[in-house]
């Protein structure tokens, strides 16, 4: 499900009742937790954190107009997506999420590459997520980034 919100509030506001309240729970943590520096906003018709232009000039895959993502939150059809590119660009990052979710959830985490998915509202870990969210700092993303060479233009 994609949306048409031009703010994170308009995004919000769109939900369906039964996502409204951990999705309100989820963008609350991960603004509490996140490291200062990163900016929300909306990208690819989701709730995304950003590093800004004013910050990382060169843009996303070098787009000047485009900022850095770093972490989107999605509500999908059959789930509430986690993007966390973080967690892409560093394995053990990824890994220590996946450990500590099964060991306190209790299940399997449902994962791709940087997209983890919570069908079951009442399983979200949002304490958990709080963690996760503040585990790196905007000049360490933009540091893995950059050695990554993943944000040059093809």
């Known amino acids: 499900m994609t949306s048409d919100a031009r703010t994170p509030e308009e ?6 009742e039964d996502r409204k309240e951990p999705m309100e729970r989820l963008r609350k943590i991960i603004k509490e937790n996140l490291p200062e520096g990163f900016v929300e906003t ?4 989701m709730i995304c954190y950003v590093v800004p232009l ?3 000039p060169l ?11 770093f972490m989107a939150l999605a ?16 394995d053990s990052l990824a890994k220590w999420f996946k450990e500590q979710y099964e060991e306190k959830v209790g299940n399997k985490l449902d994962m791709g590459k940087s997209c983890f998915r919570f069908r ?10 709080g963690e996760f969210s503040s585990k790196m700092t905007v000049d360490e993303w933009i540091e893995l980034v950059d050695k990554s060479g993943r944000n040059r233009s093809r």
């Open 75 to 90: 509500s999908q059809k059959q789930h509430i997506s986690l993007y966390h590119m973080g967690a892409y660009g560093e």
């Open 42 to 45: 909306m990208w690819y018709g």
């Open 120 to 129: 079951n509202m009442k399983k979200v870990p949002y304490e958990l997520i």
């Open 11 to 16: 995004y919000m506001n769109e939900l369906p």
């Open 59 to 69: 843009g996303y895959l070098e787009d000047k107009k485009t900022p850095l993502p």
């Open 54 to 56: 004013s910050r990382y």
